[in-house]
C-alpha cells in the first residue's frame, strides 16, 4: 500500500479528490472537514488498489488470525465507510473468488451500484434499480414546523431535523421536498417520508428507520 496516508485538514495532498454532492441544479462543493482527531477511520486517503490489498491482507491472514476472525464473515470480508462525500465499500469472498472495491467523491446512486456488482459477481439476479432523479418542488406541506425535532435512529443514534438558512435539514443533510410528507435527500440519495399515526400526528421516518423523541 502505497498511496494511503494520514490526513489533516492543513495538508495539501498531491492528487486529492475534491468532494461534491449532487443537488438539483447540478452538483456542490462539499467543504473540507479535518477528521484527523479519528486516528485511522476518516482521516485515511487511498486508493482503490490500495484498499484492494488491505482486503486481500485481512482474507489471508497477514494481519494475524485473529483480526482474519473477526473481520471475516461467513462468506466474505466486506466494510464500508463514508464521509462528507468521500463513499468507499470493498468487498472480498473469502476464498478471493472475487473481490471488488469502490471510491468514489460523490455520493448518489453508490449504494446501488455497490449492491448490483455484489449480485453480479455472485451470479445472482439483479435486484438493485436505478432512482431516477426525483421531481424537487415548492414545499407542499401546511407547516413545516410538525416536523422538526429529535429522531432516534434504527441504530440508536439520535438525529436533529430543524431549519438552517431558510433550508430544511436532517442533522447536516439538506431535505427537498417531493411531496407531502416525503424528501428527498442526495447524499444517500433516497427518499425520507415522515409517517403519521391515526391522529395525523408525525411520530416516525420512513417507517423503521426514525422514530420521534
Same mark, same amino acid.
Given at each position: 500500500?502505497?498511496?494511503?496516508?494520514?490526513?489533516?485538514?492543513?495538508?495539501?495532498?498531491?492528487?486529492?479528490?475534491?468532494?461534491?454532492?449532487?443537488?438539483?441544479?447540478?452538483?456542490?462543493?462539499?467543504?473540507?472537514?479535518?477528521?484527523?482527531?479519528?486516528?485511522?477511520?476518516?482521516?485515511?486517503? *487511498?486508493? /482503490?488498489? +490500495?484498499?484492494?490489498?488491505? $482486503?486481500?491482507?485481512?482474507?489471508?491472514?497477514?494481519?494475524?488470525?485473529? =483480526? @482474519?476472525?473477526?473481520?471475516?464473515?461467513?462468506?466474505?470480508?466486506?466494510?464500508?465507510?463514508?464521509?462528507?462525500?468521500?463513499?468507499?465499500?470493498?468487498?472480498?469472498?473469502?476464498?478471493?473468488?472475487?473481490?471488488?472495491?469502490?471510491?468514489?467523491?460523490? *455520493?448518489? /446512486?453508490? +449504494?446501488?451500484?455497490?449492491? $448490483?456488482?455484489?449480485?453480479?459477481?455472485?451470479?445472482?439476479?439483479?435486484? =438493485? @434499480?436505478?432512482?431516477?432523479?426525483?421531481?424537487?418542488?415548492?414545499?407542499?406541506?401546511?407547516?413545516?414546523?410538525?416536523?422538526?425535532?429529535?429522531?432516534?435512529?434504527?441504530?440508536?443514534?439520535?438525529?436533529?431535523?430543524?431549519?438552517?438558512?431558510?433550508?430544511?435539514? /436532517?442533522? +447536516?443533510?439538506?431535505?427537498?421536498?417531493?411531496?407531502?410528507?416525503?424528501?428527498?435527500?442526495?447524499?444517500?440519495?433516497?427518499?425520507?417520508?415522515?409517517?403519521?399515526?391515526?391522529?395525523?400526528?408525525?411520530?416516525?421516518?420512513?417507517?423503521?428507520?426514525?422514530?420521534?423523541?
Amino acid at each position: 500500500m502505497k498511496d494511503s496516508v494520514t490526513f489533516n485538514g492543513e495538508t495539501i495532498m498531491e492528487r486529492r479528490a475534491q468532494d461534491y454532492y449532487p443537488s438539483p441544479d447540478s452538483v456542490i462543493n462539499v467543504p473540507l472537514k479535518d477528521y484527523s482527531f479519528l486516528v485511522g477511520a476518516g482521516s485515511v486517503f *487511498s486508493t /482503490a488498489n +490500495d484498499v484492494y490489498k488491505f $482486503g486481500e491482507a485481512v482474507v489471508d491472514g497477514k494481519y494475524g488470525e485473529g =483480526a @482474519k476472525t473477526s473481520l471475516v464473515g461467513a462468506t466474505t470480508f466486506s466494510s464500508n465507510g463514508s464521509t462528507n462525500g468521500h463513499r468507499a465499500f470493498i468487498e472480498v469472498e473469502k476464498n478471493k473468488k472475487y473481490g471488488y472495491v469502490i471510491v468514489a467523491n460523490m *455520493s448518489g /446512486a453508490f +449504494d446501488m451500484i455497490s449492491q $448490483g456488482l455484489s449480485e453480479i459477481l455472485q451470479g445472482k439476479e439483479l435486484t =438493485a @434499480k436505478f432512482t431516477p432523479t426525483p421531481k424537487i418542488i415548492p414545499n407542499p406541506n401546511k407547516d413545516i414546523n410538525e416536523f422538526l425535532g429529535h429522531y432516534k435512529q434504527a441504530n440508536g443514534t439520535d438525529v436533529e431535523l430543524l431549519f438552517r438558512n431558510d433550508a430544511f435539514y /436532517a442533522g +447536516d443533510i439538506k431535505l427537498y421536498p417531493t411531496r407531502p410528507d416525503c424528501f428527498f435527500e442526495y447524499r444517500f440519495f433516497g427518499d425520507a417520508c415522515f409517517i403519521r399515526n391515526e391522529s395525523g400526528k408525525i411520530t416516525e421516518i420512513n417507517g423503521r428507520e426514525s422514530a420521534l423523541i
